[in-house]
């Protein structure tokens, strides 16, 4: 009974923190929901293939390291500032180079970027917990896991999904930027500042048991790294909101949108007004439909957003009038 109870808490305590930080970082992109599908993929790819596939390259390393190393601080701060990040990173970041080139059309802003690498970072984060979690019981019971708990979830919780989003914002810029150097060099700039974030974590993770200072260092880059790129969330998210006022303008003249329709897309609060009082009247197919209405509205935005900055693209042209068709028609509906 009392290993059914422990292991019931450290599930709870190594996946539900995530969850949450999770559903926090899904809501900063207030205008343009991702599929759920994709978000869920994304998640699930940090949370198994990711951990798995750098196990696996790790535990190559290892074997040369423990015949060229003495075993002690020296090889466990190789195997911790070195040989994590290098192989756990770009294993992170694939699914996203895998959504880049299947579903590019999903990766509008680099707001975007950042939610699908931190959803990455959030699901490995929770199955590293779990190993972690699972130790600290052999060795100190609960209380040991409760302790352990406190740094993983609380102190350092938001790390992967701070590294992995480095990695998705590279990877948006890439996707948004009309620059061919930015197209080439953020996808590796993202990388590598994700990978070199984690090296400075787990240096001073790893030296905190000889000295306090390096931890103190790893605390700085981590939240300094957090709130920048909250930064660039709260940024992006507003000028998103302008793009939908700039372009969803001419979208009244052709008839897509309303003139009310315009003035409610705008804003995310007017949004969950309109669908909230849909569902206090019970009307849950309203509900539904307000809300693809919303999302394709913002899609068109975002596409003659697209417009603007590129130029002429047949593909883009080709999802601005079936954006424009889809709205018109549910416009009828509604």
């Not at 198994?48 to 060229?68: D, G, K």
């Not at 579903?103 to 975007?112: G, K, V």
């Not at 019981?137 to 352990?148: A, D, F, S």
């Given at each position: 009974m009392?290993?059914?109870?422990?292991?019931?808490?450290?599930?709870i305590l190594?996946v539900?923190?995530?969850?949450?930080y999770a559903?926090?970082?899904?809501w900063?992109d207030?205008y343009?929901k991702?599929?759920l599908v994709?978000?869920?993929a994304a998640f699930?790819?940090?949370?198994v293939?990711?951990?798995v596939?750098?196990?696996?390259?790790q535990?190559?390393?290892?074997i040369?390291?423990?015949?060229?190393?003495?075993p002690?601080?020296?090889?466990?701060?190789?195997g911790?500032?070195?040989i994590?990040?290098i192989?756990?990173?770009?294993?992170?970041g694939?699914?996203?180079?895998?959504?880049?080139?299947?579903?590019?059309?999903e990766?509008?802003?680099?707001?975007?970027?950042?939610?699908?690498?931190?959803?990455?970072?959030?699901?490995?984060?929770?199955?590293?917990?779990l190993?972690y979690f699972?130790?600290a019981?052999?060795?100190?019971?609960?209380g040991?896991?409760?302790?352990?708990?406190f740094?993983?979830?609380?102190l350092?919780?938001l790390?992967?999904?701070?590294?992995?989003g480095?990695?998705?914002?590279?990877?948006a810029?890439a996707?948004?930027?009309?620059?061919?150097?930015?197209?080439?060099?953020?996808?590796i700039?993202?990388?590598?500042?994700g990978t070199?974030?984690h090296?400075?974590?787990n240096t001073?993770a790893?030296?905190a048991?000889?000295?306090?200072?390096p931890?103190l260092v790893?605390l700085v880059?981590d939240w300094?790294?957090?709130?920048?790129l909250?930064?660039?969330?709260?940024?992006?998210?507003?000028?998103?909101?302008?793009w939908?006022?700039?372009?969803?303008?001419?979208e009244i003249r052709?008839?897509?949108i309303?003139?009310r329709?315009?003035?409610?897309?705008q804003s995310y609060w007017r949004?969950?007004?309109?669908?909230?009082q849909?569902?206090a009247?019970?009307?849950?197919a309203?509900?539904?439909?307000l809300g693809?209405?919303?999302?394709?509205?913002?899609?068109?935005?975002?596409?003659k957003?697209?417009?603007?900055?590129?130029?002429?693209?047949?593909?883009?042209?080709?999802?601005?009038?079936?954006?424009r068709?889809?709205?018109?028609?549910l416009?009828?509906r509604?």
């Amino acid at each position: 009974m009392e290993m059914l109870v422990a292991v019931a808490v450290i599930l709870i305590l190594a996946v539900v923190p995530m969850f949450l930080y999770a559903i926090v970082l899904w809501w900063f992109d207030r205008y343009e929901k991702e599929p759920l599908v994709l978000l869920v993929a994304a998640f699930l790819w940090g949370a198994v293939p990711a951990v798995v596939f750098s196990i696996i390259i790790q535990v190559l390393f290892n074997i040369p390291i423990s015949l060229l190393v003495e075993p002690g601080l020296g090889a466990e701060l190789l195997g911790a500032s070195l040989i994590a990040p290098i192989t756990e990173e770009p294993f992170k970041g694939l699914i996203l180079l895998l959504l880049l080139l299947l579903f590019r059309q999903e990766i509008d802003s680099p707001l975007d970027g950042i939610v699908y690498g931190g959803l990455v970072g959030f699901g490995f984060a929770a199955t590293e917990n779990l190993f972690y979690f699972f130790d600290a019981y052999g060795l100190g019971g609960l209380g040991g896991v409760l302790e352990l708990s406190f740094f993983r979830t609380l102190l350092f919780g938001l790390n992967h999904a701070l590294f992995t989003g480095c990695t998705g914002l590279g990877i948006a810029l890439a996707r948004t930027s009309p620059r061919w150097s930015v197209k080439i060099g953020g996808p590796i700039l993202g990388l590598a500042a994700g990978t070199a974030l984690h090296a400075i974590h787990n240096t001073g993770a790893t030296l905190a048991g000889a000295l306090c200072w390096p931890l103190l260092v790893s605390l700085v880059a981590d939240w300094g790294g957090v709130l920048t790129l909250v930064g660039i969330l709260i940024w992006t998210a507003n000028r998103e909101r302008v793009w939908i006022a700039r372009y969803l303008v001419e979208e009244i003249r052709v008839g897509a949108i309303g003139p009310r329709d315009y003035r409610v897309i705008q804003s995310y609060w007017r949004r969950v007004g309109q669908r909230a009082q849909a569902l206090a009247q019970g009307d849950f197919a309203r509900w539904r439909w307000l809300g693809r209405y919303y999302r394709l509205a913002t899609e068109l935005a975002f596409a003659k957003h697209r417009w603007a900055t590129f130029g002429p693209e047949r593909e883009t042209q080709a999802r601005i009038e079936r954006l424009r068709r889809e709205l018109y028609e549910l416009r009828k509906r509604l």
